[in-house]
């Protein structure tokens, strides 16, 4: 089983291109609700989120949205 952590360092990998304290409020927001809804392991993160790469891509994407 892997753990939540290697799971969301996968995510940080694909979301070098925001800056450093974006890239972190938005892991710590999604490390949150992932405790708060008991996804506690890779696995379960992927059923909810799919793969750190689809993820992070969601999350650009939002962030796209939102800049000038």
Known sequence: MRTAEKYFAE???CLQSLPE????ETLTYYREYAQE?????????REHFGPP????A????DGAGKRP
């Open 37 to 45: 809804g008991g996804l506690l392991d890779a696995e379960q993160l």
């Open 21 to 24: 304290a974006e890239r972190e």
């Open 58 to 61: 969601r999350i650009l994407e």
């Open 53 to 56: 790469s689809a993820l992070a």
């Open 11 to 13: 995510v940080a990998r």
